[in-house]
């Protein structure tokens, strides 16, 4: 248990659907992130949030549409994906963005997002 | 492009033996060096960090940092099948070092 919740855990969905993947902080952290990993390529940073204002956006595509209510909360909107956006998709948070010594990075579980 | 490159492995070793993870990363403005331990199904841990040129041990775990050379490594001693993971190494730039760029994993076995 890093602290970092993430729910659901595994989600199958339609081309045409819309979900969102959540996520929950306990550390009292000022960034979230969120990354996608999928089969045989590096981890991919995705968004950033810092202090609740996106910092970060890696040309994801639009369909992916992220939102950061507060601190401690962090969501990953999804409607029209395609196939290839089956991914295993974390998010993580860590004290500040710096990366100063100990601001340590931690993951959720991640959610498994398969597109059908 | 910034960009950071493990031998994607599988890195295969005898139980009780010493295994070596390497890791070369692009961006000279890195600051900060991470190795994450990813069990199949899981999501990464982060095992070891390191900020200054050198070794840093912790336990069984030793990472070496060689910014002139922008290499980074992690010697697992006395290697239990428990080990055997997906090693994930990471850099996070300047002051945003909380962006990791990650390499895409060394695979690694440890027979019994």
């Known amino acids: 248990e890093t602290g970092v919740t993430q729910t659901p855990r595994h989600l199958v969905m339609g081309m045409t659907n819309k979900k969102s993947l959540k996520c929950e902080q306990h550390?009292?952290?000022?960034?979230m992130y969120w990354y996608k990993q999928s089969a045989k390529k590096p981890l991919e940073l995705m968004f950033v949030y810092s202090l609740e204002e996106r910092v970060e956006n890696n040309s994801v595509p639009s369909r992916f549409s992220p939102e950061c209510p507060n601190s401690s909360h962090l969501f990953l909107h999804l409607h029209t994906l395609q196939p290839e956006d089956s991914a295993l998709y974390l998010c993580?948070?860590?004290?500040?963005?710096?990366?100063?010594?100990?601001?340590?990075?931690?993951f959720g579980e991640g959610s498994w997002l398969t597109v059908v | 492009q910034k960009e950071v490159e493990q031998n994607s492995g599988p890195l295969s070793v005898p139980e009780g033996a010493i295994a070596s993870l390497n890791c070369t990363y692009s961006?000279?403005?890195?600051?900060?060096f991470f190795w994450y331990r990813q069990y199949s199904g899981k999501s990464p841990e982060l095992i070891m960090s390191i900020y200054s040129n050198g070794d840093k041990e912790d336990g069984r775990f030793t990472a070496q940092l060689n910014k002139a050379s922008q290499y980074v490594s992690l010697l697992i001693r006395d290697s239990q099948p428990s080990d055997s993971a997906t090693y994930l190494c990471a850099s996070g730039a300047g002051n945003q070092g909380g962006k990791l760029i990650f390499g895409q994993g060394t695979e690694l076995s440890v027979k019994p």
């Open positions: 550390l009292g952290h000022n960034a």
């Open positions: 993580a948070s860590s004290q500040d963005m710096t990366g100063s010594y100990g601001n340590t990075i931690y």
């Open positions: 961006d000279r403005g890195s600051q900060s």
